[in-house]
């Protein structure tokens, strides 16, 4: 009997992390010996550049525009110890649905039963930005991932950008829905924004999955054109990667997320902001305790 693969996408504001993050897990994932596949969901296509030496691959909607029937074979690039890379790409620039592309791509390698015949044990979908598009909810909503994972840094705008995909969640969990796994605090170095992160996720009864710093053994690696855990394995970087990947693989328990509704997120925000100054100004020494 073949078995199904354990299926996630990554979500997060733009520009926070994502691929950085979706890459070194795939990274580590392939390390601990699982077969993986990452599957890029944003139009740009540079999801798994790192796992392939900063080489860009073709993607399955500028295949089938060229070609009009594809053979999925051919929409699957090897990256690092074997993982398989997919790009799903986007409609040509100024028509047509990005979110309908991701679905005709995963629809390509599902009708040809590829996930099977790769005997995957892990798909993780690396989409843009949040659920502001219906589109960009395809991995939820389509029953397509079972677990969702969202990148945020302690800024506002990613905590809200998290806070939106939520509610994305919560809309689709009565009908089969993903469930949120947790949040992947990338950014996160110093006290005040681990106080930050840990408050929203508490608020919405979600969980921190790994604190991830800002390092730039990080920016040297993608530089090179390679994930960390290829680039540096021995650093401490490579090593919360790691750590990211035993988590996630240890099995969530996943849930449904309980949103800020827009008032108390920014009630909630107001209130931070004067806590930071009141840290800035050594008024308040301990973040946790004055909450
Ligand atoms: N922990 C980190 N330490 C240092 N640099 C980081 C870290 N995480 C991400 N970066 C850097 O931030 C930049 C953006 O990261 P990345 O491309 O992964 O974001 P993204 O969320 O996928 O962006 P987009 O929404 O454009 O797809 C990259 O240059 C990356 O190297
Ligand atoms: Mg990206």
């Not at 089938?64 to 999925?72: C, F, I, M, Q, S």
């Not at 100024?94 to 996930?115: D, E, M, S």
């Not at 990211?244 to 009630?267: K, M, N």
Request: contains cysteine.
């Amino acid at each position: 009997m073949t078995k199904k693969p354990k299926q996630i996408a990554i979500y997060g504001k733009g520009g926070i992390g994502k691929s950085t993050t979706t890459s070194n897990l795939s990274a580590a994932l392939s390390d601990m010996g699982y077969k993986v596949m990452q599957f890029g969901c944003d139009p740009k296509a540079d999801s798994t550049n790192t796992l392939r030496d900063g080489s860009y691959i073709p993607t399955v909607l500028d295949m089938l525009r060229e070609k009009g029937k594809v053979d999925a074979h051919e929409t699957i690039f090897r990256g690092y110890n074997g993982i398989y890379c997919v790009e799903a790409g986007g409609p040509a620039p100024g028509v047509g649905c990005a979110g309908r592309g991701i679905i005709t791509a995963v629809q390509l390698l599902k009708q040809q039963n590829i996930f099977e015949e790769l005997d995957l044990d892990y798909v993780i979908y690396d989409v843009l930005g949040d659920v502001v598009c219906g589109g960009f909810a395809v991995p939820i909503r389509e029953g397509i991932a079972e677990d969702v994972y969202t990148v945020s840094s302690s800024d506002f705008m990613a905590i809200y950008a998290a806070n939106n995909l939520f509610k994305g969640i919560q809309k689709y969990s009565n009908s089969g829905g993903a469930l949120l796994g947790g949040v992947i605090a990338n950014s996160v170095s110093s006290d005040y924004q681990r106080s930050i992160v840990d408050d929203f996720v508490a608020r919405t009864k979600t969980r921190v999955m790994q604190y991830i710093p800002r390092s730039i053994t990080v920016t040297q690696s993608e530089l090179s054109g390679k994930t960390t855990i290829e680039a540096a394995p021995d650093s401490a970087q490579a090593k919360v990667y790691r750590e990211l990947a035993e988590r996630i693989d240890a099995g969530a328990s996943s849930a449904v997320p309980h949103p800020l509704d827009p008032q108390d997120l920014r009630a909630w925000a107001a209130k931070w902001a004067d806590l930071i100054l009141a840290i800035e100004s050594g008024e308040v020494t301990d973040a946790a305790q004055a909450i």
